[in-house]
RNA sequence: GCACCGUUCGUCUAGCGGUUAGGACCCCGCCCUUUCACGGCGGUAACACGGGUUCGAGUCCCGUACGGUGUACCA
């Protein structure tokens, strides 16, 4: 059987990070065993429901390289692939649990319950849904339930777990998980609105799309006996589950907004690159078995194993994450990355330049920053006809310096950029003249060119920079 | 509280009975470079604790501690 596992994100907000690598770990799964990866809308919370928000999150895993073989988006012949375009299904499977018995109706309004939790809570007990002493049908009889359901009055639909036995199944990334059915609460299956809720509305979905490995976060994992109970009371076989491990904040709670960007929109807007977040994100819970750490999203499609996935959950370490980017950065296409510096450029109000000099900037400068768009900062110096105002301190020490003042005197009329050796021996000229060694100028040379005590190599900068504005520079401070 | 899950350097992790407990990020030192960075070399740093099982335990079992998740007419 082919393999077929689903994303199912319920459309209330932007696409978290935890999110990104839950569904990248289920496309790397379907398509190192050739299977489909479905994309399912789980909106069956209308209180919950954000405008444009499956588009925002489609569009995040697109740029992230996660696609769907089905899916509201691209179609499919399992569809719909909305849960709220799917409601009479869920009503005549909750219907056709009613007629063997697994589930039963309740009355209960939302005071009696928490009049109940808060019965139970005093008494120390686990508050759970006391079947027995609730107004359902059980306490009330076939009889009074029909009269309640013939008036029209609210109701729910409910699993009937059964009390006495064990609920057990195989985690893939677990093992065995076994839980006391008197520990599971009757799961709300139908909603007073007449919506679903998650649990019924993802298994019966799960079942009739055909899904073959559920693989979602370890949050879920409380809620799966309850999940394998329900595939029982439908007399379905369960798909395989495989509970992956939360990604953390630094003080291992939940990753959250609160620590930092969790949102893929803002790693996005902070100029991540989409292959140095896939690649990281992979290794946050699962590694090769080796000691390689970079993989394009092929080779992780190749190399994964739900085997090789971890426990424990793993705290989201930015600083490693903008280390890889910066990898990236240095590996990258310099022509590729020039285009997509460009328009950021003009943002900033540089005068047009040649997409050749930007990406011969940025192979000069990438190594020494973490992300592209740093570039435009560290080198504004190329891109830009004025230089950041100079410290008046720093000013001042350089205008105090007599040799160097005099070289710069003298460049202006003999400064020589055809190469890097022509360049030198055109300093070294003025600066034995001066009576200093040339080395001793380099750095207070870079400041006057550059506005910066750091940089590259200061020919292949100069040269950027081109001899008409390094003249410029040179006149202006010697002059 | 109860249930489930987890626990190897600060962080991500390798390890699947016998290892000087390995790698990566971070940090530190040295080299390269009259700058910064990259790179190279080196260093600091971990098996939560207690019992078993075994000739031998980070690896298997049981407790304890700690942590996380769940406990909704949310997903």
């Not at 596992?5 to 289920?26: C, D, E, Q």
Request: with cysteine; net charge negative; glycine share 8%.
């Amino acid at each position: 059987m082919s393999v077929r596992v689903r994303f199912a994100p319920s459309p209330t907000g932007f696409l978290h990070i935890g999110s990104l690598r839950t569904a990248l770990y289920n496309y790397l799964f379907a398509k190192h065993h050739g299977g489909q990866v479905i994309l399912r809308i789980e909106d069956t919370d209308r209180t919950r429901f954000v405008q444009g928000a499956m588009e925002e999150q489609i569009a995040m895993l697109e740029w992230a390289g996660v696609t769907f073989d089905e899916g509201p988006h691209v179609g499919g012949s399992y569809g719909p692939y909305i849960q709220s375009e799917r409601f009479d299904l869920y009503r005549e499977h909750a219907q056709a649990l009613l007629a063997n018995g697994t589930a039963y109706y309740a009355f209960d309004t939302a005071e009696e319950l928490d009049a109940m939790r808060a019965r139970q809570q005093a008494a120390g007990i686990a508050p759970r849904y006391d079947r027995s002493a609730m107004r359902n049908q059980y306490t009330l009889g076939d009889q009074e339930t029909a009269r309640l359901l013939a008036d029209g009055a609210h109701h729910v639909i409910r699993l009937a777990v059964p009390l006495t036995r064990d609920v057990r199944y195989t985690d893939l990334v677990r093992g065995d998980v076994v839980v006391q059915g008197r520990e599971i609460d009757d799961q709300i299956l139908l909603k007073s609105d007449g919506f679903p809720t998650y649990h019924l509305a993802n298994v019966v979905d799960d079942h009739l799309m055909a899904i073959t490995h559920v693989i979602r976060a370890e949050e879920w994992l409380p809620s799966t006996p309850k999940h394998v109970l329900l595939y029982e009371a439908f007399g379905w076989t369960p798909p395989e589950f495989a509970h992956v491990p939360l990604l953390l904040n630094a003080d291992r709670s939940k990753m959250s907004k609160r620590h930092g960007d969790v949102m893929v929109s803002d790693f996005r807007k902070r100029g991540y690159m989409p292959e140095a977040l896939v690649n990281y994100v992979a290794l946050c819970g699962w590694n090769p078995g080796t000691t390689e750490e970079f993989f394009t999203i092929g080779e992780l499609t190749e190399r994964f194993a739900l085997d090789r996935v971890h426990k424990a959950g793993a705290v989201f370490d930015y600083r490693k994450l903008e280390w890889m980017n910066a990898e990236y950065l240095r590996k990258a296409d310099a022509a590729l990355l020039a285009e997509q510096l460009l328009p950021v450029l003009s943002e900033r109000g540089y005068p047009f330049i040649d997409l050749d000099t930007v990406a011969a900037t940025i192979t000069l400068l990438r190594e020494r920053v973490h992300f592209l768009a740093d570039i435009a900062d560290f080198g504004d110096y190329i891109f830009g006809d004025t230089l950041a105002a100079l410290d008046a301190d720093v000013e001042a020490s350089l205008r105090a310096n007599d040799a160097l003042v005099q070289v710069c005197k003298g460049l202006v009329g003999t400064l020589d950029l055809s190469s890097s050796e022509a360049f030198k021996a055109s300093v070294e000229q003025h600066a034995v003249a001066a009576g200093v060694k040339p080395g001793s100028l380099m750095k207070p040379l870079r400041m006057v060119l550059t506005h910066r005590d750091v940089g590259a190599d200061l020919y292949t900068t100069l040269a950027l920079i081109g001899k008409e504005r390094c003249i410029a520079r040179l006149a202006s401070f010697a002059g």
